[in-house]
């Protein structure tokens, strides 16, 4: 979750501790943040550009065409795990 800090430009995001649960804030800039519960610093989790950009496709053009060839393939299967005879 993402929010601003009214009356500035910080951004503020809520990441649950892997460690307790408890939500660490992080301010515009933090790459971690202590858990105020159990002390634990929490690695910022940034997204790939892959996962957001609307360009992503023109430079990870491979993996998209992986992805669909790999969902193409499931579906004339039915979904199903293959039987070991697939090409490299």
Same mark, same amino acid.
Not at 4 to 10: E, R, T
Not at 37 to 57: H, K, L, M, T, Y
């Given at each position: 979750?993402?929010? $601003?800090? /009214?009356?500035? +430009?910080? #951004?503020?995001?809520?990441?649950?501790? /892997?460690?307790?649960g #408890?939500?660490? !804030?992080?301010?515009?800039? +933090?790459? $971690? =943040?202590k858990?105020?519960?159990?002390? &634990?610093?929490v690695p910022? &989790?940034? =997204?790939?550009?892959?996962?957001w950009? /609307?360009?992503a496709? &023109?430079?990870? *053009?491979?993996?998209?065409?992986?992805?669909? $060839?790999?969902?193409? +393939?499931?579906?004339? +299967?039915?979904? !199903?795990? *293959?039987?070991? *005879? =697939?090409?490299?």
């Amino acid at each position: 979750m993402a929010a $601003k800090c /009214p009356g500035s +430009d910080v #951004e503020i995001t809520i990441i649950e501790c /892997p460690g307790c649960g #408890e939500e660490v !804030e992080f301010f515009t800039g +933090d790459s $971690k =943040a202590k858990c105020t519960s159990c002390g &634990q610093w929490v690695p910022r &989790q940034v =997204a790939s550009c892959i996962e957001w950009c /609307p360009g992503a496709e &023109q430079c990870f *053009s491979h993996v998209f065409s992986e992805r669909r $060839k790999e969902q193409a +393939d499931a579906g004339e +299967d039915g979904g !199903e795990e *293959s039987n070991g *005879s =697939a090409s490299s």
